[in-house]
């Protein structure tokens, strides 16, 4: 069975991952749009550079093409946002794009976006799941990709200056241009590179690359922004006297920095600045949602200006629902993704990394300096996180152990409350946490806890481990 994560579908390539899956997939999509009344509608496709990704994005659109739909193919490589800006702009009802984001290299998969440029959601990817169950051979019509752009049913196309452009319109470029900065840019073998360029060129920054040619191997690492993958940036930071280092991950909806000083910021302090920045130096007004493993230093910065933060379970989609239902200004999670209000509603590690780069035009204050100003006023937490294999035997035992029989680890501190809506999540009396739960997208349990000192936090995942004998 194809079964749709928190991210879209993703699978090992060669083993779900086939071209009959990628096929059925977008048949499936198919049978859904002409339910709702899409027939021969334009769909936007996309892909990044992983292998088989611009054959896998071939394969959908001749399976478009079949079923009567009109496909736009974006004929390059592209970073998923501009593929969801795409959609949006040209008011298409559905669009989707080949890519694994951040997984290891031997995965590859499918997003699927909807009407505005959103995440498809749980009901939407449960519907197409659906369609695809109900498939018979025949159902699977295709037309060769060179026939249908000969005889005009697929278009293609390249949008990239009016995504460039978009941003453009959306940042101070003029206190960039005074700033003076020098970015280094680590785009992990991933899409960001042409975009990211082009934009800080535009204001005038000094930019140094690393790590921008093709690799679908991503260089052995994996294609996500960590301490450990971005220890070439750190150390280039450093050596040649950057401003900043900004790398994303492999299909650059998620964000990585590095601060003047050759230290890695999580995607946490990262969500915290940008917040604090639109609140205090933009002046804007309006609540953030982050996920439910992500800090909870954004409720304490929300409560000082006189907002909200919401907390929803792991999902973008679940972010730019919330984001969309509260007119939330920003919206993100602590693996790096993250929204703003005005732009499209979804994950843009480029838009964020222009945003992070304004800040210190504006400011004229460094990452470091900023974040100090931050912590001074709202206190630390101090934040932790881990993972673990689970084979389909083990995520059994596992799940039986927590939701079934809710078993949780005995804790020294009072408990507040606990939610079991994603995962299970133990909320403290003194304001720090702890959540374990599966993983949407990779065969993981993941553990992430915040406290009021480093200890505390590696305790209470210490305590989750010791009880499931991990």
């Known amino acids: 069975m194809i079964k749709f994560g928190t991210g879209g579908w993703r699978a090992i390539i060669a083993d779900e991952f086939t071209k009959e899956n990628i096929r059925l997939v977008t048949a499936g999509l198919c049978a859904l749009m002409e339910k709702e009344g899409h027939g021969g509608a334009v769909v936007c496709l996309g892909y990044d550079r992983r292998f088989l990704s611009k054959e896998a994005m071939f394969w959908s659109a001749e399976v478009l ?44 998969g499918i997003k699927i976006f909807t009407a505005g440029g959103r995440d498809a959601d749980v009901t939407v990817t449960g519907k197409i799941e659906e369609e695809i169950a109900g498939l018979r051979p025949e159902d699977v019509r ?34 960039i241009r005074r700033a003076r900065l020098r970015v280094a840019i680590d785009p992990m073998y991933g899409v960001s590179f042409s975009s990211l360029r082009t934009i800080l060129f535009t204001c005038r920054c000094d930019v140094d690359m690393i790590h921008e040619q093709h690799d679908t191997l991503f260089g052995g690492r994996m294609p996500a922004p960590s301490a450990e993958s971005l220890r070439m940036l750190s150390t280039y930071v450093v050596d040649n006297r950057c401003d900043l280092g900004i790398a994303t991950d492999g299909d650059a909806d998620r964000l990585g920095v590095i601060d003047e000083h050759g230290n890695y910021l999580h995607a946490n ?12 130096y933009r002046g804007w007004k309006g609540s953030c949602v982050r996920n439910n493993s992500t800090t909870h230093l954004l409720d304490r910065v929300a409560a000082d200006f006189g907002e909200k933060c919401y907390e929803v379970p792991v999902g973008f989609k679940y972010i730019s629902a919330k984001m969309a239902e509260t007119d939330a200004i920003i919206g993100g999670e602590s693996s790096g993704g993250l929204a703003v209000r005005g732009h499209i509603p979804g994950k843009d590690g480029i838009y964020a990394a222009a945003l992070l780069v304004e800040m210190l035009g504006v400011t004229g204050k460094s990452v470091a300096r900023l974040y100090r100003e931050i912590t001074e006023k709202y206190g630390m937490l101090y ?57 949407g997208t990779e065969p993981l349990l993941r553990m992430a806890a915040e406290g009021n000192t480093p200890e505390q936090a590696k305790d209470s995942i210490r305590r989750w481990r010791e009880m499931l004998a991990l």
């Open 65 to 108: 093409a079949g079923c009567g739909f009109r496909p736009f193919v974006i004929n390059r490589s592209v970073p998923t946002p501009l593929i969801m800006f795409t959609v949006k702009q040209m008011g298409l009802p559905y669009g989707l794009a080949v890519t694994a984001s951040h997984n290891p290299a031997i995965y590859n």
């Open 142 to 175: 295709s037309i060769p990709y060179a026939d249908a752009l000969a005889a005009g049913i697929i278009q293609e196309g390249y949008p990239f200056n009016e995504y460039v452009d978009s941003i453009l319109q959306m940042i101070d470029t003029k206190a």
């Open 269 to 280: 302090t990262l969500l915290v600045l940008l917040y604090y920045y639109l609140l205090k």
């Open 383 to 439: 934040y932790e996180d881990a993972s673990f294999t689970m084979t389909p035997a083990r995520k059994q035992e596992m799940q039986e152990l927590i939701f079934e029989q809710k078993k949780i680890p005995e804790f020294p501190g009072e408990i507040e409350r606990i939610n079991r809506e994603d995962g299970c999540k133990v909320y403290f009396a003194d304001g720090s946490w702890v959540i374990c739960r599966f993983s």
